[in-house]
């Protein structure tokens, strides 16, 4: 099955920079990877997702690129504030189709601290 | 439109106690899910649903018991509770037009 690796898991960056969270999948199948916000005793949420015939996504201070050949993708946070203040989970499934469901397969997620 | 919800928010129960979680959903979703989520694992699939009155194994599923007799509602069940199923438990609901999970607030089990 599905094997999901997400590094760092913890990240601290100074209000402003930039922060970047790499994810690796094994199951060259997959075909949509979406990336959730948990912030703490909240819900995960959905912030962005990319399918495989992109290489890169973005909407306002949130990008998402990937590499198919190399199995792996980034999120990446541009001018960090202390909302993004959070933990973030990559994953990675099959698009639901008639036949298939789309079973999500998460990566152990990465705290990240945006400090004043 | 209330998404999903979770009862109860929080549990605390003794080695071998049960108890049955409720999951609902208001978004005509075919698709549903329990996760767990422990420190420093993510989460973790124990049991999905694919439609009404049909249930499947997901990651974790030792320990756990299901049943989706509604469309709208999953529910999960503990038989006899264990310490190592301390954890805080999701459910997420999804349609068949999409990829997206939509999750509920949470439980926070903790077992003594």
């Known amino acids: 099955g599905e094997n999901v690796e997400q590094h760092p898991s913890t990240l601290s960056v100074q209000e402003g920079d930039s922060a970047v969270i790499k994810c690796t999948y094994s199951?060259?199948?997959?075909?949509?990877f979406p990336w959730y916000k948990q912030e703490l005793g909240k819900r995960p949420q959905l912030i962005i997702d990319i399918r495989s015939n992109v290489g890169e996504k973005k909407d306002q201070r949130i990008a998402v690129t990937l590499n198919k050949t190399a199995k792996h993708f980034s999120l990446h946070i541009t001018e960090t504030q202390p909302e993004d203040s959070a933990v973030y989970f990559c994953a990675a499934s099959n698009e639901v189709t008639t036949d298939s469901w789309g079973k999500l397969q998460f990566g152990a997620g990465t705290q990240v601290v945006v400090t004043p | 439109n209330a998404g999903v919800t979770q009862t109860p928010k929080f549990r605390v129960l003794k080695t071998g106690q049960s108890m049955t979680l409720l999951c609902a959903q208001d978004?005509?979703?075919?698709?549903m899910y329990w996760y767990r989520q422990d420190p420093g694992m993510g989460l973790r699939l124990i049991h999905y649903?694919?439609?009404?009155?049909?249930?499947a194994k997901g990651e974790v599923p030792d320990g756990y018991n299901v049943s989706r007799l509604k469309k709208q509602n999953f529910l999960l069940g503990l038989e006899s509770a264990a310490p190592s199923q301390t954890s805080v438990y999701f459910c997420?609901?999804?349609?068949?037009?999409?990829?997206?999970?939509?999750f509920g607030p949470g439980t926070r089990l903790t077992v003594t």
């Open positions: 649903s694919v439609g009404e009155g049909t249930t």
């Open positions: 199951d060259s199948a997959s075909n949509y």
């Open positions: 978004m005509n979703h075919e698709y």
């Open positions: 997420a609901s999804s349609s068949i037009q999409g990829n997206e999970q939509y």
